[in-house]
């Protein structure tokens, strides 16, 4: 699986993003797409996902701002950020995971930087 993120930049404060990750590749029947970020200075975190089966989970400190969303058929997901903040600041990785064989596997993409000015 091939992971091909874009829509990154910079913003000011309050401001909206929208970020949008294309998978290629194979495509794994029970999977999850999703997004996380790492932080200036800090581990990844996990930011919003969304399984085949429809299930969407968010991060709490996104809950409510952000938005993510898939295109089934043209294996896409999305990211509609709102009301940014600083903290939001970070490089955000596209996420795709999947049963791969009798293991859970995971494959990246290769990150977009959002700042967010204040």
């Known amino acids: 699986v091939q992971l091909q993120a874009s829509g990154g930049g910079l913003v000011q404060a309050g401001g909206s993003l929208t970020l949008s990750c294309l998978a290629s590749?194979?495509?794994?029947?029970?999977?999850?797409m999703g997004w996380y970020r790492q932080p200036p200075g800090k581990e990844r975190e996990f930011v919003a996902a969304c399984a085949n089966g429809g299930g969407i989970t968010y991060a709490d400190s996104v809950r409510g701002r952000f938005a993510i969303s898939r295109d089934f058929a043209k294996n896409t997901v999305d990211l509609q950020m709102n009301n940014l903040k600083p903290e939001d600041t970070g490089i955000y990785y596209c996420n795709y995971a999947a049963v791969v064989g009798l293991n859970w596997s995971e494959f990246w993409g290769q990150g977009t930087q959002v700042t967010v000015s204040s």
């Open positions: 590749g194979r495509n794994y029947t029970n999977n999850a």
